[in-house]
């Protein structure tokens, strides 16, 4: 998975020298946005750490404050979000999910989907580290149902490893007889299953499915199930089969038809950039008749577009 991001660790690089091109950038009349996104976008995100902690020893100032004071909108979100570790990113994220007016289900359903077991018992520690609150008892009063329930077992992270070979067939049987075959859907069965399998068994067990029951498990849950329950669900299956597939077709809705939907375009930019965005780049061009970079551009204007073409990497046309 290594070295699939767009955004690589600057090759000579030296933090004080990038604070103080930061420091310039701010100070006196007006603000250089292109200094800033330009020299932040091609460091890591290791580096934009030092580079904060060199800030602070040479101006005794905090930098993402500083950033905030001097930027705004979509741009300052999404070059606040570049500032911050990517685990601290996924626990902000969440908390902002849950504490919020309303849940925001959508992000619950795109990190918890499609992040690792580690990484998700990561996130739990750190959550209660960062808030002294549990994130699984904060999801819990906030969420209702079979979806409550994905979500909480998911949160365990204890997916089975490796393929069950005497459980694929088993699987498929048990999930078609769940859904396609009774009157009313055993959304248990689903939700267990799926929860609880690893991604190869998965993808095993999904075409065990399509030779039993003719259709794809997604064709399934679509018509078997709705609401919050249908999207993770959905969520589940698309990032056992690819995770950059499911990011490509969540940036495509995030920009699709009226409005753009910044909070989860920023979200998957900021979190693919050094992990996997080279590859849902070759997805996205595979699936929608145009290139990320293209539709980005689009979509958005301004140094927040600049900052995310940046990002972007390349134009696959």
Do not use: W
């Not at 290594?2 to 006196?28: C, H, I, P, Q, W």
């Not at 100032?61 to 979100?77: A, C, I």
């Not at 969540?250 to 996997?276: C, F, H, P, Q, W």
């Amino acid at each position: 998975m290594a070295g699939r991001g767009t955004v690589k660790a600057s090759g000579n690089f030296n933090a004080s020298a990038d604070a103080e091109v930061l420091y310039k950038a701010m100070k006196g009349l007006g603000t250089d946005e292109e200094a800033i996104l330009q020299l932040l976008v091609a460091r890591s995100n290791a580096q934009r750490q030092q580079i904060k902690a060199a800030y602070k020893t040479l101006f005794g100032k905090d930098l993402v404050d500083d950033l905030k004071g001097e930027l705004g909108g979509k741009f300052e979100t999404l070059i606040v979000g570049l500032m911050t570790a990517p685990l601290a990113y996924d626990v902000m994220s969440l908390r902002n999910a849950i504490k919020g007016a309303g849940t925001d289900e959508k992000v619950l359903v795109e990190i918890l989907a499609s992040r690792t077991p580690q990484q998700v018992k990561e996130i739990s520690a750190a959550y209660r580290k960062e808030y002294d609150d549990d994130l699984e008892e904060d999801v819990s009063g906030d969420t209702s149902g079979h979806f409550k329930r994905l979500l909480v077992i998911l949160l365990q992270a204890n997916r089975q490893r490796g393929i069950q070979e005497g459980n694929v067939e088993t699987d498929a049987q048990v999930l078609f007889k769940a859904g396609e075959q009774k009157f009313g859907t055993d959304e248990q069965t689903f939700v267990t299953i799926l929860g609880n399998r690893s991604a190869e068994h998965l993808r095993r067990v999904f075409d065990a499915y399509m030779k039993l029951a003719g259709y794809e498990m997604e064709e399934s849950i679509k018509r078997e199930t709705s609401g919050g329950l249908r999207d993770l669900l959905l969520a589940v299956v698309k990032c056992a089969r690819s995770v950059p597939v499911y990011f490509a077709e969540t940036l495509y809705y995030a920009m699709k038809g009226a409005g753009t939907d910044d909070d989860t375009l920023i979200r998957a930019m900021v979190t693919r950039s050094e992990v996997d965005l080279m590859d849902v780049r070759t997805e996205f061009r595979r699936l929608f008749a145009c290139s990320l970079f293209s539709m980005i551009k689009g979509d958005t204007g301004g140094d927040y577009r600049k900052a995310l073409l940046l990002l972007c990497g390349g134009d696959d046309a």
